[in-house]
């Protein structure tokens, strides 16, 4: 099995900055992508940012030039450090993580989130 562990999150004024944890583990072989998506309450999922193992890397738009994300293969984590945040980026942070596993399968796998509060 695997598990997929968020941390970072918190309550930060507008303008700050906070840098978000996602690390997978357990029955990983590789991963091949990490995404980050955002739940803010009475909205959608919102895609955030995504990149692959080959370094590919896409940005939704309201984060975009803001956000960055990056990924540690030999750790199996991404992390996403986000500047001049906003209180429209105040929502629970997820993280998915496409995992090959040491089965030889690959999957996707959800963390349980962190929370994120900007305050004007």
């Known amino acids: 099995q695997v598990q997929v562990v968020e941390s970072g999150g918190g309550l930060v004024q507008a303008g700050e900055s906070l840098r978000l944890s996602c690390k997978a583990s357990?029955?990983?072989?590789?991963?091949?992508?990490m995404d980050w998506y955002r739940e803010a309450p009475g909205n959608q999922r919102e895609f955030v940012a995504q990149?692959?193992?080959?370094?590919?890397?896409n940005y939704g738009t309201s984060v975009k030039g803001r956000f960055t994300i990056t990924l540690d293969n030999a750790q199996n984590a991404a992390y996403l450090q986000m500047n001049n945040l906003k209180p429209e980026d105040t929502a629970n942070y997820l993280c998915?993580?496409?995992?090959?596993?040491?089965?030889?399968?690959?999957?996707?796998?959800w963390g349980q989130g962190t929370r994120v509060t900007v305050s004007p």
């Open positions: 998915k993580a496409g995992v090959v596993q040491t089965s030889g399968h690959g999957t996707d796998f």
């Open positions: 990149i692959t193992s080959r370094g590919r890397i």
């Open positions: 357990g029955s990983v072989y590789s991963i091949f992508a």
